[in-house]
């Protein structure tokens, strides 16, 4: 890779009127310092992908695309969530740049590893994961809810890289391998680490939002949980069978509890057979909605349409 790469930074926005100015200011003093010191190609911009917003986001970028360098823009028609504004910006970008970073428009990731993140990218890898160091400047509601989602992804076999959000670097080759990538239920952290290629992680320490307020309420949060865990595991459904699995095996104990009673005491009429049947048929439905589900789980994963692998490089003669 000897070419000076152009480098693309995709930003979603989503009502961020409040950041968008002095976000691309600091953004741009990066672009002209690496530009100067011969790093990027003079040709590099910043994509800002504004997701439907309802407020002055799009005719601020607009403003910036007429009167400052480096700005581009892409207005979607309606709000589509972060993942799909930044995948949409990915795939903007994908044929017009060699790589590209992915950042959030409010800078709480430290834009000073970029430079590090390019310096991973030149020695030749593909993807370049930025990864928090710490969260002091997080409350402490934020930070115990993202350590405990991390955990519980990783118990739901997510592969995914610890404490890395969307800020990371991808070459262009990557993106496209990602475009492939045919599912609705985008979550990218998941999706990223099933490309392969060479990756590193670059650390950086986490800011605060210095304008405007998170647009990822509690609620956002637990659905975004909820759908990485849903869009990549099929566990929830094992889980079932095994909880069946566990019923019949109360349901023994308890049926030979039952019969101790019912002989050795005077048990109402019926209770015996009730109890039997409450366990015995409980962990039967169970079980049988397990395996229903692992069908339903196969079903899901061939409707993803996932690619089946990432061809790097094929020697022939
Ligand atoms: N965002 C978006 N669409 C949405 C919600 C958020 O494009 O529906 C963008 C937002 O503008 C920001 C990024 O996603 O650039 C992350 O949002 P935020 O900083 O509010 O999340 P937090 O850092 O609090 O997790
Ligand atoms: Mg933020």
Redesign the pocket.
């Known amino acids: 890779m000897e070419k000076t790469p152009v480098l693309a930074v995709v ?4 009502k ?1 009127e409040a950041v968008l100015c002095e976000t691309h200011k600091r953004l741009s003093q990066l672009l002209d310092r690496l530009t100067a010191e011969g790093r990027i190609a003079p040709e590099s911009y910043i994509l800002y992908v504004n ?1 439907g917003s309802t407020d002055h986001t799009w005719s601020i970028i607009k403003d910036l695309h007429q009167n400052t360098p480096y700005a581009c823009g892409l207005n979607l028609a309606a ?1 589509v ?2 993942q799909n ?1 930044l995948m949409a910006g990915l795939n903007a970008v994908k044929e017009r740049c060699d790589a590209a970073i992915s950042i ?3 800078l ?1 990731d430290d834009i000073n590893a970029i430079p590090e993140m390019l310096e991973r990218y030149m020695e030749g890898c593909d993807i370049v994961y930025g990864v928090r160091r710490e969260r002091k400047t997080d409350t402490l509601f934020k930070r115990t809810t993202a350590l405990a989602f991390y955990r519980m992804m990783k118990i739901m076999g997510v592969k995914s890289i610890y404490n890395h959000a969307d800020y990371r670097l991808m070459s262009r080759r990557a993106i496209q391998q990602l475009c492939r990538f045919r599912e609705r239920n985008l979550y990218l952290r998941g999706m990223v680490p099933l490309i392969g290629y060479q990756t590193a992680c670059v650390y950086y320490n986490r800011d605060k ?1 210095f304008a405007g307020e ?3 309420p509690f609620k956002k949060m637990l659905n975004f949980a909820i759908d990485g865990i849903t869009s990549f595991s099929v566990k929830p459904v094992r889980m079932i069978f095994w909880l069946g699995c566990i019923f019949i095996l109360i349901a023994f104990f308890v049926t030979l509890w039952t019969l101790r009673v019912y002989y050795l005491h005077d048990a109402v009429p019926g209770w015996a057979s009730l109890i039997i049947s409450i366990w015995l048929v409980g962990g039967v439905v169970l079980v049988s909605l397990g395996i229903v589900g692992e069908y339903i789980g196969k079903i899901y994963i061939e409707v993803k349409d996932r690619p089946r692998y990432n061809e790097e490089e094929l020697l022939l003669r």
């Open positions: 930003v979603p926005c989503y961020e997701d709000n969530g972060h504004a959030d428009a409010d709480q939002r998170s647009k990822y």
